[in-house]
């Protein structure tokens, strides 16, 4: 099931894995509308999807305002004469720790990752669902969204809320028969290139070598590539059933992630006043983890 007669919108595909979802949607045969907030940028991957025989177009212009997200459609509809596809995908790190996070980082992060995706679907699900278009909402998660990490509040924040809004967009868009889901990459990006545990991995995918096994298969950490698939799958017919799921990917592995769901119920005749919550609560409570947890690198890898 290729995507032959479809027309995708890839927000930040200039770079990274915007641009490796750009390609691959091409690839398959969607026709592609490139953002990015730099010109060249934006006109270099334009130009790398029409030099492999695809057909693509550049909006120049940063995510997060309705006027960009209404840009993104109007151009994917007066270039290529409809929109099938959306995959939200620009962001920005301003990362630190909480009490040194300034309004600026919280809002800017907040702006374009959960803001950028939230009016860029409501402009495409808008289009789609005049034109009675069963399309494919793809939105971008991250492991730090549904587990937390160090330094990140805002990007925590924005996207776990982008997999709240996913849910919810499952169920308001299932009557038009469009698609909502959440993808959960884990790969070799300009984030991960400056964190010493991934050395070994990002080195060898710079220099265009296979990454040690550890990575792709223990890990589940691959490069932009590995991530494309799910992302044309997600687009296609084939995935028509497929709806308000966190899907991760990356290297070697594939994983469906739950929906939080409660651990523990208990009950008290009532109910909890302060007192029975002393007395009750220690044998009721399983304490649930957080962060990422990786193991130890193999020997080999260790530098």
Known sequence: MSLDGKVAIVTG?????????????ARQGAAVV????DANTA??????????????VAVVAPVGSTETAKQLVQTAVDTFGRLDILVTNAGVLRDTVLWKMSDEDFDLVIDVH??????????????????????RIITIGSPTGQRGNFGQTNYAAAKAGIVGMVRTWALELKKAGITANAVIPVAATAMTATVPYFAAAVEADAKGEPMPAFFR???GFG???????????????AAADVTGQAIGVGGDRLQVWSHPEPVVTAYHDGGWSYEALQEEFPGVYQAQSVGEKFPPLPEELQR
């Open 13 to 25: 595909s200039g770079r990274g894995l915007g641009l490796a979802y750009a390609q691959e949607l």
């Open 34 to 37: 490139v953002n990015d907030v």
């Open 43 to 56: 006109d270099e991957a334009v130009a790398s999807i029409e030099a492999a025989g695809g057909r693509a």
């Open 114 to 135: 959960l803001r950028g995706t939230f009016t860029c679907v409501r402009a495409a699900a808008t289009y789609m669902r005049e034109n009675q278009i069963a399309g």
């Open 217 to 219: 298969h223990d890990l």
């Open 223 to 237: 490069n932009a590539a590995d991530v494309a698939g799910l992302i044309a799958y997600l687009a296609s017919d």
